[in-house]
């Protein structure tokens, strides 16, 4: 049977699949209506040693996702309250809370009123243990008489000592967060007469959700701005607001990344075939790869990062090659001499594919859930464009006969400006890159610091710290994961962890705070009754009065399931994290988060990392995933070598003693980029690793097309390979000029890797 039938039945079945691959495309993004995820979360890698660590990370990144916080004011507190009034107006209907109804408060006093001789403050506690029953007489008389004592909950003589009070005042000191004319409000610790108003506004949907920020974000800007005429100043912080930079930034790069390639492979291609009917074909084959990528990624994944989308405009540059090749290698040729000339190429341009899809193969490798999918995403497009160039096009190609352009037959010819050398010339010139490599490596810095890749505006960085410093919120990056095999003894076991935490002047937000242990709450219990009841005859002698003693130990007692639906629990519910998986994977024990406040210092952080208690864990998220950042740029250092090994193999099964003749351009353009990065003062980091990899698969295919053919005079492959270049310099290049730090660390890379690669290329070819 011949190539063309052949090639005619397996177009048809190819057609089959690409009309599959629409059809869930549009049902998955036009019918479902799904969105790209831009949750940055989803793109780090996850603590596969510490699944509690990453568990307990979502569930308080889950708690914020949808929130965003706003303070309105600046000036005294009637001024703030107006300009809080001119915000929610503004706002409308958006479901916005600013207020405590009365309601609330009194669930706060219903929760905790019933049980309030289980309630001791630590200070109190020791007080009650060590304190003579005179002195404690002597509080409580104090108490009495003193017109400001502070908050009291009850009677006089329910309390005396005003126990419950006092623990209630402490809980308040917890959070700058005040209750004044029934809003929420705080002043700044730093100037106390500048007071705001604090709204907390909850999206309709995921924070992460295009739609739902769309719909938000814009009547929050113009409420800001109604605000600020009217001489304001707000201060916005939420996860949402950093998604929504990211996407706008994310999709104004899809923009201009996927629009600036297409421009500049349309006029490349013009330029070199002059017809319009090479160009539909390659973007035929281009889009059908992206088309095929995208449902290959949803089967594999469920869903697709945006990131990778951004990733995938630049896949384009990539899959033109097998086009561009195809028609280099067609010019001059008559119709018919298309079958011999595909067949001749078949094997060179297979393991060219094959080559590449090796190196977007081995992103997989690192426990990154966007890279795997970019991986996905990019090997599954090239394999498609590759196909639909090699089964659809020559039956595309139209009856005409295909005349160099003028243009075409220049830049191939420039392929002669390059000397041969010598084998002694070639190691010279090898040696030459090598000792330039290792003297740039002295200014070669290595910071694998995640915070490195953050590219959130400055002004929405500043309005976040600011946000945190008058509100003194907790952070969520550095915690303590507290389990136990009851919810009793988490509690306990919590209840021992902020007692040695505050030993060492570490302020905490605890759930134990608000929901002690059963056993401290029978424990404080009967030490109050106790002490109460050697007050009474003290206090009835000095008041010439009976005081009651306590009644018998009846009191009820504060149990998870009422505090966790009470209203009361609302702030710190978030921190109650419920049962968390074990190492094997299954359900797990109940936990809880103890959150820190304030800057700690690394003095500090050491000795919270080294902290040893039954049931606790130490997690700092950034400084793990640094780690892991750190360790996997390791790893993808061996598994490149790895890869060059592998590329090696299949080279020489075609070239067999001169395979190094392709490779070896790929590899001291490698280490020339190196270099590169390290004179231009990058921060070498994981990210430049990575696109290593993807030089690799994008260099060797110029060696293999050069290597196949290497005549100074024939102009074919050397335009194929020039064309390559400039379309992947146009596509990855302009990855270069990207505000997101991963994406730009991968096009400078790659910028300079391929430029460098074409260069070299030509020397290492024999002279034919």
């Excluded at 041969?420 to 003297?439: D, G, K, N, P, Q």
């Excluded at 109050?528 to 009846?554: D, G, W």
């Excluded at 990855?735 to 400078?748: I, N, R």
């Amino acid at each position: 049977m011949s190539l063309e039938r052949i090639t005619r039945r397996l177009a048809g079945l190819w057609l089959v699949l690409v009309l599959a691959c629409l059809a869930h495309n549009v049902w998955y993004w036009g019918v479902q209506g799904h969105a790209p995820v831009t949750d940055v979360l989803a793109m780090l890698p996850r603590d596969e040693q510490r699944p509690e660590a990453a568990q307990a990370t979502q569930a308080l990144a889950d708690a914020g996702a949808r929130r965003i916080s706003i303070l309105v004011g600046g000036g005294d507190w009637p001024q703030a309250q107006a300009a809080a009034d001119v915000f929610l107006r503004t706002l409308g209907d958006l479901p916005a809370r600013h207020r405590v109804a009365e309601a609330e408060q009194q669930a706060w006093l219903d929760l905790f009123g019933p049980v309030r001789s289980g309630l001791l403050t630590p200070t109190w506690r020791e007080r009650l243990q060590e304190a003579q029953t005179a002195a404690l007489a002597d509080a409580a008389l104090a108490g009495l008489y003193q017109p400001i004592a502070g908050p009291r909950a009850g009677r006089w003589s329910d309390d005396p000592l005003n126990l419950f009070g006092q623990w209630l005042a402490e809980r308040a000191q917890g959070s700058r967060v005040r209750v004044q004319d029934g809003r929420l409000m705080l002043t700044d610790p730093q100037q106390p007469k500048r007071s705001y108003a604090l709204i907390l506004v909850e999206l309709p949907g995921s924070g992460f959700s295009i739609s739902a920020q769309r719909a938000v974000l814009p009547r929050l800007e113009a409420a800001a701005q109604a605000a600020r005429a009217q001489g304001a100043q707000v201060i916005q912080a939420g996860v949402p607001l950093f998604a929504a930079a990211a996407s706008e930034q994310a999709q104004s790069e899809i923009h201009t990344i996927g629009l600036g390639s297409f421009l500049g492979i349309v006029a490349l291609t013009l330029l070199a075939f002059r017809s319009v009917r090479p160009r539909l074909l390659v973007m035929l084959s281009m889009a059908v790869g992206l088309l095929v990528a995208t449902s290959v990624s949803l089967l594999c994944f469920g869903e697709l990062h945006l990131v990778t989308l951004v990733f995938g405009a630049s896949l384009l540059g990539v899959a033109e090659n097998y086009g561009s090749n195809y028609f280099s290698a067609r010019q001059g040729l008559a119709p018919h001499e298309r079958w011999t000339m595909l067949q001749r190429q078949i094997p060179i341009v297979s393991l060219a594919m094959g080559t590449t899809v090796i190196g977007y193969a081995l992103l997989a490798l690192p426990p990154f859930p966007g890279l795997r999918q970019v991986a996905v995403f990019s090997g599954a497009g090239l394999v498609a464009a590759f196909v639909t160039v090699l089964w659809w096009v020559p039956l595309m190609d139209g009856p005409g006969h295909m005349a160099p352009t003028r243009f075409a037959q220049w830049l191939g010819a420039r392929r002669a400006c390059w000397p041969s050398l010598s084998r002694r010339a070639l190691m010279l010139l090898s040696l030459a890159c090598v000792m330039l490599t290792l003297a740039a490596a002295t200014r070669l810095r290595v910071d694998d610091d995640i915070r490195q890749l953050q590219s959130a505006p400055a002004a929405m960085l500043d309005q976040q710290r600011e946000f945190a410093r008058l509100i003194q919120a907790p952070g969520v990056a550095q915690f303590f994961v507290v389990r136990g095999d009851s919810e009793q003894q988490m509690l306990e076991r919590e209840e021992a962890l902020t007692a040695r935490l505050r030993s060492l002047g570490v302020q905490v937000q605890a759930v134990s705070d608000w929901l002690p242990s059963l056993r401290r709450q029978r424990e404080d219990s009967a030490l109050v009754r106790r002490r109460l009841n050697e007050l009474a005859p003290e206090l009835s002698a000095r008041l010439e009065q009976p005081v009651a003693p306590p009644t018998a130990n009846n009191s009820p007692e504060l149990s998870p399931q009422a505090w966790l639906t009470s209203p009361a629990s609302e702030p710190l519910r978030a921190q109650w994290l419920g049962p968390i998986g074990d190492t094997s994977g299954t359900t797990g024990q109940p936990a809880t988060a103890v959150l820190l406040r304030g800057t700690l210092s690394a003095d500090t952080r050491h000795a919270l990392a080294t902290l040893q208690l039954d049931g606790v864990t130490w997690i700092d998220k950034v400084e793990e995933v640094s780690h892991l950042l750190g360790r996997y740029r390791q790893l993808m250092t061996g598994v490149l070598v790895l890869a060059y090994l592998l590329t090696w193999a299949a080279l020489a099964w075609r070239f067999g003693a001169s395979a190094w003749r392709a490779l070896a351009p790929t590899a001291l353009a490698s280490l020339l980029t190196v270099a590169l990065l390290a004179l231009t003062g990058q921060v070498l980091q994981l990210f430049h690793i990575l696109p290593l990899l993807i030089l690799l698969g994008l260099g060797v295919d110029y060696g293999i097309f050069l290597l196949e053919q290497p005549g100074r005079e024939d102009t074919r492959p050397f335009l194929s390979v020039t064309l390559a270049a400039a379309s992947t310099l146009l596509s990855f290049g302009l990855l270069a000029l990207s505000g997101t730090p991963a994406l730009h660390a991968f096009g400078l890379t790659l910028l300079f890797g391929v430029f460098l690669t074409w260069l070299l290329t030509p020397f290492f070819m024999p002279d034919a």
